[in-house]
T-cell receptor
Framework: SQTIHQWPATLVQPVGSPLSLECTVE??????LYWYRQAAGRGLQLLFY??????ISSEVPQNLSASRPQDRQFILSSKKLLLSDSGFYLC??????????????FGQGTRLTVV | AQSVAQPEDQVNVAEGNPLTVKCTYS??????LFWYVQYPNRGLQFLLK??????LVKGSYGFEAEFNKSQTSFHLKKPSALVSDSALYFC?????????????FGRGTSLIVHP
């Protein structure tokens, strides 16, 4: 079965420090991968999505970047964190091989607090 | 373009009573519709989806949703609410005619079930 792993679960980082959040998927190949940010426990803001290795689309200009070094690995990064980067980050995937009607599967999320 | 609206920020219901969480959508063609649930500090979990066929869709944990094309709605329902149903609920839409694998999520509705 397909599973998605996201870590770490919580992270406290000082302003100006770098960031690396990792997401990996098991049990599928060539998934579409997504990074979302959720502020204040409400709506989801799409940050990046990727349809394949090395292919990254950015939805919102910001202090973050994403990379997809392997088919089932999606990384969210920052060189210097800002206070406004605090939030709940979620990784998700949709298996395009299963057709467009497939639901999204989400990781457990990372609670990032920038201090 | 695709969009989805959840008109209620919060829904309060007594345990044992029926519950409804509202969702309306806008797409150019026939929509793919989804409901997800999120518990505190967790990722979203898939509840149910409508792709085609019977307008009444049954999902996990006793939830169901009714697709109403004329009213462009996909309300989530449960005949008898449990305290454990208290969570954040997200409606999502995807427009297959638009060719995008990116779902659009609503802002979320907080469901509070009182004992």
């Amino acid at each position: 079965s397909q599973t998605i792993h996201q870590w770490p679960a919580t992270l406290v980082q000082p302003v100006g420090s770098p960031l690396s959040l990792e997401c990996t998927v098991e049990g599928t190949s060539n998934p579409n991968l997504y990074w979302y940010r959720q502020a204040a426990g409400r709506g989801l803001q799409l940050l990046f999505y990727s349809v394949g290795i090395g292919q990254i689309s950015s939805e919102v200009p910001q202090n973050l970047s994403a990379s997809r070094p392997q088919d089932r690995q999606f990384i969210l990064s920052s060189k210097k964190l800002l206070l406004s980067d605090s939030g709940f980050y979620l990784c998700a995937w949709i298996g395009i091989g299963l057709g467009m009607n497939t639901e999204a599967f989400f990781g457990q999320g990372t609670r990032l607090t920038v201090v | 373009a695709q969009s989805v609206a959840q008109p209620e920020d919060q829904v309060n219901v007594a345990e044992g009573n029926p519950l409804t969480v509202k969702c309306t959508y806008s797409v150019s063609g026939n929509p793919y519709l989804f409901w997800y649930v999120q518990y505190p500090n967790r990722g979203l979990q898939f509840l149910l989806k409508y792709i085609t066929g019977d307008n009444l869709v049954k999902g996990s944990y006793g939830f169901e949703a009714e697709f109403n094309k004329s009213q462009t709605s996909f309300h989530l329902k449960k005949p008898s609410a449990l305290v454990s149903d208290s969570a954040l609920y997200f409606c999502a839409v995807r427009d297959p005619a638009g060719g995008s694998y990116i779902p659009t999520f609503g802002r979320g509705t907080s469901l509070i079930v009182h004992p």
